[in-house]
């Protein structure tokens, strides 16, 4: 059965849909409409590569509860967006995590470290399963296709620990309202899987996504709008801000 999925996923080649401009772009984050954070987002392009510089952290009284601050920093190769470097420091009360993936002849090794005392030394593992992108590079990916009404696509994600299959469905426009304005948005429903690499590939339930929803706008530049997740205590979001092109 995992078989006839890895191969669909393999047969997908990136779509021509025309590339992101450079932009600058603020969200808001939280849950069931509980604003507790927020993020700051540019992307630009480097010698050829698309680069994505991000950070956030939690605020205000949900900071007294929840201390996190992460910088995410990603690059991917156009025109198959295949993941050229990503690196992501997580940074809470009483720890720091660190997780690098590095992209090498259509392969991905990543490296897991934490500050936490005890922990074993850090080593570079190659992950088991091709094609395989960071989530920066993934959703470029998805950004790449047609998306039309009924269009689906399906990408292996690795954001560090274990690989996920992500698969989103158009569901054609609707209009929505984000930063003060009314935009027409391209509607996305999510689905995600675990891949359970020691076990052949199968695919197996994800123990807390149960289902998610993304709006991109539907104009040239495709900027993520809003995005929400049920999980199991409600469901978390993410909402556009503000958005400069550059």
């Known amino acids: 059965m995992h078989a006839g999925w890895e191969a669909g996923v393999q047969a997908q080649t990136a779509g021509d849909f025309p590339d992101s401009p450079s932009f600058n772009a603020e969200y808001r984050l939280g849950w069931s409409e509980i604003e507790a954070a927020r993020a700051w987002v540019s992307v630009t392009r480097h010698d050829g590569m698309v680069c994505l510089n991000a950070n956030g952290g939690t605020y205000g009284a949900v900071r007294l509860l929840y201390q996190l601050d992460a910088v995410f920093t990603s690059l991917f190769l156009p025109p198959d967006f295949q993941t050229h470097r990503s690196d992501l420091v997580e940074t809470y009360s009483d720890r720091t995590l660190t997780t690098s993936i590095v992209g090498a002849l259509g392969e991905l090794w990543s490296l897991s470290d934490s500050t936490r005392q005890g922990k074993s030394p850090a080593k570079w593992r190659r992950v088991k399963i091709v094609p395989a992108r960071d989530l920066f590079a993934g959703m470029f990916f998805i950004r790449s296709q047609r998306l039309l009404a009924g269009d689906e696509v399906a990408v ?16 054609g426009t609707e209009a929505i309202e984000v930063a003060g304005q009314t935009r027409e948005a391209i509607k996305l429903d999510l689905t995600i899987q675990r891949v359970n690499v020691k076990k052949g590939n199968i695919l197996e339930p994800h123990d807390k996504f149960q289902s998610g929803k993304i709006w991109i706008s539907n104009d040239s530049d495709r900027i993520p709008l809003r995005a929400e997740v049920n999980i199991f205590v409600g469901y978390v979001f993410g909402e556009l801000v503000s958005f400069d092109k550059q």
Request: proline share 12%; no cysteine.
């Open 156 to 171: 292996v994600i690795y954001p560090g620990g274990a690989p996920f299959l992500a698969r989103v469905k158009s569901l």
